[in-house]
């Protein structure tokens, strides 16, 4: 069994409890509220838990990335890539989990970014997002929405209203504060991404545990 602090509580992680960390990294606290409804999401999903870290939190928390069955990685899109700071999260772990014994190998991934922009090169966020997870061995786990908003009869209301697949998009005004951006839209497709990687991250210990057996 092993203890994880889930919210400011501790939660035990056994074999029933799917444990899904949500790493992420936000300027200016609009990527931090979509990470937090990925963590919303996760917790939907009976039986699993979500741990919400920093990219600065999580480098003190090595342990809790390695127990975690899945881990959901977030930054911001700055001039088409993700943030300086989640960069140099990403080659942080290349001192402790991949040189440790590639130790993040078979959990599953997701991810999910923010920008002012509608596009803003997102795409190339996630694909270094994707790229990543690669590296250390991880299964990437898609939005599963099809793309909204792009017809007369869709809205700005409508779920993947920017027509994102291989992650969670977001789009917040660049003269909007975080209480008021991004908008809820975006925000419940963050949480349909935390809910979709629980209950595949479930699915895949569940095999892999019967395989096992």
Sequence with gaps: MHIIEERGRHVAQT??????VIVYHSGYGHTARQAEAVAEGVRQVAGSSSLLLSVEEA??????????????????????????????FQEATSKVMMAGGYL?????????????????????????????????????????????????????????????????????????GPGRAPPETDLATARHLGARVARVTRGFVRGRDLAGA
């Design 15 to 20: 074999e029933d409890n799917i444990c899904v």
């Design 59 to 88: 480098q003190q928390r090595w342990d809790d990335l390695h127990a975690a069955h899945a881990i959901i990685f977030g930054a911001p899109t700055y001039m088409g890539a993700a943030s300086a700071s989640f960069k140099a």
């Design 104 to 176: 993040w190998k078979d959990k599953v991934a997701a991810g999910f970014t923010n920008s002012g922009a509608r596009a803003g090169d997102k795409l190339s966020t996630l694909l270094q997002m994707v790229l990543f997870a690669a590296q250390h061995g991880m299964h990437w786990v898609s939005l599963d929405l099809p793309p909204a908003n792009n017809s007369t009869s869709g809205s700005e209301e409508d779920l993947n209203r920017l027509g994102f697949w291989i992650g969670a998009a977001a789009q917040s005004n660049t003269d909007e």
